[in-house]
């Protein structure tokens, strides 16, 4: 069972940028999409990107022009690059792996990170 660790994670003023990091235990290019989600406190979870093993992506609008996602299979990593943060962008970051979907709907990806928290404050 593939083990997820997300990293890059911190305190950013509004406008600020961060890059999120996923590394996995084993290939990445096994997995069909790899997942970025986000839970805010008090709200549910949120898919925000994803991309499939054939570079395909998807996103939820209100990250457009302002977050990108990118793989690297050899180091096993899936990066999510987030520019312009805006406070309402404050939750605990997640990725995840489903063997047969990308989407925004958790339901569809079976391992999970342990998170890390994202804080866009001044």
């Known amino acids: 069972q593939v083990q997820l660790v997300e990293s890059g994670g911190g305190l950013v003023q509004p406008g600020g940028s961060l890059r999120l990091s996923c590394a996995a235990s084993?290939?990445?290019?096994?997995?069909?999409?790899i997942g970025w989600f986000r839970q805010a406190p008090g709200k549910e979870r949120e898919g925000i990107f994803c991309i499939t093993n054939h570079g395909s992506t998807w996103y939820v609008d209100s990250v457009e022009g302002r977050f990108t996602i990118s793989r690297d299979n050899a180091q096993k990593t899936v990066y999510l690059q987030m520019n312009n943060l805006k406070p309402e962008d404050t939750a605990v970051y997640f990725c995840?792996?489903?063997?047969?979907?990308?989407?925004?709907?958790?339901?569809?990806?079976?391992?999970w990170g342990q998170g890390t928290q994202v804080t866009v404050s001044s």
């Open positions: 084993e290939f990445i290019s096994d997995y069909y999409g």
């Open positions: 995840a792996a489903s063997p047969d979907y990308c989407s925004g709907d958790a339901a569809d990806f079976n391992h």
